[in-house]
């Protein structure tokens, strides 16, 4: 859906002449946490570095995996080998050329532990290199769905990294730092010229870029600067100060539709919403229960997913700019269904009830950690949640701060209970399995905060990488999720709705990951 909007500043517009111009003032709430492209897993980080940095493979901005640095990639005959063809005369932005070791170097060190990363390869058994132009990559038993995991894990020239000290990633959960988190040299079609954190981004058109016949290509300048304020960043995009907004809030959707020389694209996203409560431990830290973990309690989770009122969020909260969901993965996702995503009514009453008889006749009180810079109204999200918990007799005492602090929190294991949104840039639950369900390990699940451990789960989860009968596996999938949905391992609130907001000459699609892929851009002629 598409709505034009308007505004009497925008004839001020850099982007003015819509048709000749060359640099893009883009904003957002966030900005990236890092520019080492292994070192975290968010879509902000990776939005800016699909700008400088390529994959094997990518999405456009439908969502259809294309070809990036591999022109073309098949099984061969052993069924565990995957087999892709590099692209010739690629370099990177330093004049180093593409080379088939550079690919093994990266995905190497995609799989360190350090890395955000990982869960990706997790079936990767082997990464080699059969000549310049040729890699293969050997899976542990057929996976049919290794290319979807491909599409953002970024290559790195290899004797680049390694001259500058940065063969691990970037440790950030632990305030970890390197020279790559700062400085960038890849394949993408534009260039970082500078950057200061939290402040403005500046990058330039790569005039070697490989795929300069292949795009539109028509932004020489791009200026990224990330603005918290929702206030600010809409009134940015109003006087012509910023040209594309990735957010625009759903509180001014209204006002900025009556704007001249603007619009906003708008499509669902595929990201999920939801709260993560520490049930694994024996007693809690933020809690004033002693001795005990109320979360580990079935009936205490179960009244917490009841006493949470969805609709009075998506109608209050997001300006009817959500979708309401019962489970943690999208529509766009393997294995979503509609019995599912059924959300339970909101009945603080009965979460009350069931709460006493799970043997806290006064409730207890937590701590909510919550991000403020990073999902669509987030903070004003958490602050819903906080009275509607408090009806059912919890007590909630919020802790919103910046993603760059929130973020560790959950990595680190010290928060008991906390927001967090998900994206599945494969489009298949074993995504969501590997990162937030699977027991938290090396290899998986890193982004599992909630202690959760099970066995049987764990097992089926690591059967999907390699079972190739689709029926089979869809079984599967379906096992794991009526388990998770039994054990209400976390609490769903809904799936995101994109806004972005930009001059009405520019003809850019919303990308349903919402990864602006400028290099695909292009103004109205």
Not at 332 to 351: C, K, R
Request: hydrophobic letters at 40%; proline letters at 5%.
């Amino acid at each position: 859906m598409k709505r034009t909007l308007v505004a009497a500043a925008v004839a001020a517009l850099t982007v003015g002449s819509v048709a000749h111009a060359e640099t893009l003032r883009w904003a957002r709430a966030g900005d990236s946490l890092t520019l080492d492209p292994h070192a975290q897993n968010e879509g902000p980080t990776h939005t800016l570095a699909h700008q400088m940095y390529e994959g094997l493979l990518q999405r456009d901005m439908s969502g259809e995996i294309i070809p990036a640095l591999a022109t073309d990639w098949a099984v061969t005959d052993d069924p565990t080998v995957w087999r892709f063809n590099l692209r010739e005369g690629v370099t990177f932005h330093g004049g180093q050329e593409l080379t088939a070791d550079d690919v093994v170097f990266s995905f190497q060190r995609a799989k360190m532990p350090t890395s955000a990363m990982k869960e990706l390869l997790a079936s990767v058994a082997e990464i080699r290199k059969v000549d310049d132009l040729t890699v293969e990559i050997v899976t542990e038993g057929p996976n049919p769905l290794l290319p979807a995991n491909l599409t953002n894990l970024f290559v790195m020239d290899e004797g680049w990294t390694l001259e500058n000290d940065s063969a691990e990633p970037q440790d950030i959960a632990n305030g970890g730092d390197n020279y790559v988190a700062k400085n960038t040299n890849g394949t993408g079609a534009f260039v970082l010229e500078s950057r200061v954190v939290d402040e403005r981004t500046v990058l330039t058109a790569n005039p070697d870029y490989w795929g300069k016949d292949d795009f539109p290509m028509e932004i020489t300048e791009l200026v990224y600067t990330p603005i918290q304020s929702a206030a600010t960043r809409v009134a940015a995009l109003l006087s012509g100060e910023v040209d594309f907004i990735q957010d625009v809030p759903v509180q001014d959707l209204d006002r900025v539709a009556q704007a001249d020389g603007l619009m906003v694209a708008t499509a669902a996203q595929n990201r999920v919403i939801f709260f993560g409560m520490n049930q694994g431990a024996d007693d809690l830290e933020n809690d004033n229960i002693d001795g005990e973990n109320p979360f580990a309690k079935l009936e205490v989770r179960q009244a917490m997913n009841m006493a949470i009122d969805r609709e009075a969020i998506k109608r209050v909260v997001m300006r009817d700019q959500s979708d309401p969901t019962g489970v943690i993965m999208p529509p766009f996702v393997n294995g979503w269904t509609e019995a599912l995503d059924a959300t339970p009514e909101g009945d603080a009453a009965m979460a009350k009830e069931m709460i006493a008889a799970a043997g806290y006749p006064d409730g207890f009180t937590i701590q909510l950690d919550c991000p403020n810079d990073r999902y669509i109204n987030d903070e004003a999200i958490c602050q819903a949640v906080v009275g509607m918990l408090g009806r059912a007799g919890i007590t909630v005492n919020l802790d919103a701060k910046p993603k760059a602090q929130h973020f560790p929190l959950i990595q680190n294991r010290t928060t008991d209970f906390y927001m967090l949104g998900w994206g599945v840039p494969t489009f298949d639950s074993e995504y969501v399995f590997n990162f937030l369900v699977h027991s938290s390990s090396d290899e998986r699940g890193t982004w599992n905060g909630t202690g959760y451990s099970n066995t049987d789960v764990d097992e089926k989860i690591v059967s999907l990488a390699s079972e190739t009968d689709a029926d089979v596996r869809n079984g599967t999938i379906n096992e794991i999720w009526e388990q998770v949905q039994s054990d209400v391992l976390y609490l769903p609130v809904h799936n995101q709705v994109l806004n972005w907001g930009m001059s009405d000459g520019i003809d850019f699609p919303v990308q349903p990951e919402d990864q602006p892929h400028f290099k695909f851009l292009s103004y109205s002629k």
